[in-house]
Each structure stands twice: as C-alpha cells, then as structure tokens.
C-alpha cells in the first residue's frame, strides 16, 4: 500500500564521480541533521530511478521527487563536441569521426591532426603557407586546405552538438 513515511524529500545532490542525482529523505523533524538519509537515486544520464529500499518505492513523496528528477534529467540536451575530418586523395574521400567531452578536447584533436597533415600526410607534408597552388582556409574551429592542381583536400571541422539519447 502507498503510505507516506517519509516527511521531507530531496533529490538535490549530484555526484560527478558515479553521475548519479542522490534521493535523500527525512522521517521526522528530529531526523533533522542536515542530510537526510539516502533512499536511492536517479541516474546522471538514462534518467533510471533505484530505490534503496520497499519502504522509499512505496512512498509517494518519494516517488514524486524522483520522478520530477526522472523527467529533468532525461529532458536534459547532453552537449558533445564533435571534431570531423574529411580527406580526398585522388577521388578517394574518406571522414573521420572523433567524439570529445569538450570544446578543449576538440580543438587539441583538431591540431593534432593538423600536425599530421603537415608532417606526416603524403601529399601535404612539409607544404608552403604561400603556395600559391594551394588553398588554405583557418580559423578556430575549421581547417581546410585543398591543392588546387590535384585532387586532394583535407577539412577538419570542431562543432558543438546536441544529444537527446544515450
């Protein structure tokens, strides 16, 4: 049967290390120590709901607070930073995909590959800023360069998306 046992109930800390949102409750006023005791959680990312005990899954106070918790985390839009490359070599493209947490792992992707380009790459390895025969585009979050007497280019891209499902 659904019974309050509970008096007060939050759902108000968030632990990075394990990306869950804790179910703290209280019983009564004199329970009143400043952090409740845990009866579950809500998971940081599918939005799962665990009850720690029959007692918490009964209460309708509880459940009410995990289930607004639920619908927030799973209303969240999770941001990833996506850095793309694509290459042409003689006709052949090829894309290459690299998935980041943040904007500052996207970009040290994207000089990584740059280094590449310019080092290591067969076709544009050791090239010229100021030759004329390439085309050569920069700015924060793109890098393009294309020899205009062949077909080869190189484009990376750094761009911030959104994700609904995990």
Known sequence: MDKRIFCEVKCDYFCEEENRWY????IDDSDDDGNGRSVGYVDGV?????????DAENDPLVREVATAKQAEVRAEKK?????????????DVSFNVIV???????????EREKEWIAEESNHFKGFDPNDESLE?????????IMDECDDYYEEIMVMEKEITTL
């Open 23 to 26: 179910i703290d409750a209280w």
């Open 46 to 54: 599918s939005g799962n709901i665990y009850y720690k005990t029959e």
């Open 79 to 91: 941001k990833v930073w996506v850095m793309t490359q694509e290459s042409n070599v003689d006709g």
């Open 100 to 110: 980041c947490d943040s904007e500052k792992a996207a970009l040290a992707q994207m």
């Open 136 to 144: 050569i585009e920069e700015s924060k979050h793109r890098f393009f």
